[in-house]
């Protein structure tokens, strides 16, 4: 059985920091891409990073650029996001997404940001 499941998530000041984990199981990991998206209440869902299925660069959403970043450990089939100097516009559901071109995309449930003072 497929799953991705988040964590990390929660209520932080603005400034401060958060790293998010997906922790990902019935599939090969090593050969999945992975990403990070959020959706903000009343917004589109919108991609935040990717990251190739052996790691390496990668392109960031342009609000994020310079405080988040993405990082996979295939080891242990997690991905990671850590985010710095965190605004309340990053206040949303955070998702982990597997994508393999030709396969299956598969999600997680999601885990909430609350960014506030």
């Known amino acids: 059985q497929v799953q991705l499941v988040e964590s990390g998530g929660g209520l932080v000041q603005p400034g401060g920091s958060l790293r998010l984990s997906c922790a990902a199981s019935?599939?090969?990991?090593?050969?999945?891409?992975m990403s990070w998206h959020r959706q903000a209440p009343g917004k589109e869902r919108e991609l935040v990073a990717p990251?190739?299925?052996?790691?390496?660069?990668?392109n960031y959403a342009d609000s994020v650029k310079g405080r988040f970043t993405i990082s996979r450990d295939n080891a242990k089939n997690t991905v990671y996001l850590q985010m710095n100097s965190l605004k309340p516009e990053d206040t949303a559901v955070y998702y982990c997404?597997?994508?393999?071109?030709?396969?299956?995309?598969?999600w997680g449930q999601g885990t909430q940001v609350t960014v506030s003072s």
């Open positions: 997404k597997a994508f393999r071109p030709g396969g299956s995309t598969y």
């Open positions: 019935g599939f090969t990991f090593s050969l999945y891409a």
């Open positions: 990251i190739p299925s052996r790691g390496g660069t990668t």
